[in-house]
């Protein structure tokens, strides 16, 4: 099984709907995070959380919303999807501050969204 | 400016050529440097980090310069399972936390 799993891996819905991505992870990691990937535009970070009690916002929070259910649990919320929400989404974890592994990503791999 | 800047390419190699891409980032309070890899359709994966020294893994080494603000990542001997494309990432160290940014990425296809 893979390490950081993300569901759905394909979703294609239609403008106004709401959507959640889903993600969990079995590395032990305190740390979660949304990205979400566009052609030209690289990876842009939407949501992250350092531990269940923490949310923080990204650079492109706008139109998003996310839920830490659990340490290992992190979902991404899109109350109205809209079409410029059509993206490659990645659920990524590391290590606390003090590892030394702490700015080293493992990824989930991805959710494609579609909205029409 | 981009905080990160990569030449998009494609750089188009045979196989067994040496190629190398650079990386150039704004921030001079960046501490710390990683290439990944991404395969097409797929995630990113850690390929290796940047230390200031320099570093080799196998037929990849990378290398930081610090006053000219770029890191660089040489391939040697390249392979057709080298075809991807590899990204630039720089950590920032700010009061709230670390800082990753990514760069578009280079495209690299080695071709038999």
């Known amino acids: 099984d893979a390490d950081v799993t993300q569901t759905p891996r394909n979703r294609i819905t239609k403008t106004g709907k709401r959507i959640m991505l889903e993600c969990s992870q079995t590395?032990?990691?305190?740390?979660m995070y949304w990205y979400r990937q566009d052609p030209g535009l690289g990876l842009r970070l939407i949501y992250y959380?350092?531990?269940?009690?923490?949310?923080n916002k990204g650079e492109i929070s706008d139109g998003y919303s996310v839920s830490r259910q659990a340490q290992a649990k992190f979902s991404l919320s899109l109350e109205s999807a809209i079409p410029n929400q059509t993206a490659l989404y990645f659920c990524?974890?590391?290590?606390?501050?003090?590892?030394?592994?702490?700015?080293?990503?493992?990824f989930g791999a991805g959710s494609r969204l579609t909205v029409l | 400016r981009k905080e990160v800047e990569q030449d998009p390419g494609p750089f188009n190699v045979p196989e067994g050529a040496t190629v190398a891409f650079n990386c150039t980032y704004s921030?001079?309070?960046?501490?710390?440097f990683f290439w990944y890899r991404q395969d097409c359709r797929k995630e990113p994966k850690l390929l290796m980090s940047?230390?200031?020294s320099g570093n080799e893994d196998g037929r990849f080494t990378a290398q930081l310069n610090r006053a000219s603000q770029y890191i660089s990542l040489l391939i040697r001997d390249s392979k057709l399972s080298d075809s991807a494309t590899y990204l630039c990432?720089?950590?920032?160290?700010?009061?709230?936390?670390?800082?990753?940014?990514f760069g578009t990425g280079t495209r690299l296809a080695v071709r038999p």
């Open positions: 940047v230390y200031s």
């Open positions: 921030n001079s309070a960046s501490q710390s």
């Open positions: 990524a974890t590391s290590e606390s501050s003090r590892a030394s592994g702490a700015n080293v990503l493992t």
């Open positions: 590395k032990g990691h305190d740390r």
């Open positions: 959380s350092f531990d269940v009690k923490d949310i």
């Open positions: 990432v720089v950590n920032k160290k700010k009061s709230s936390g670390d800082k990753l940014t």
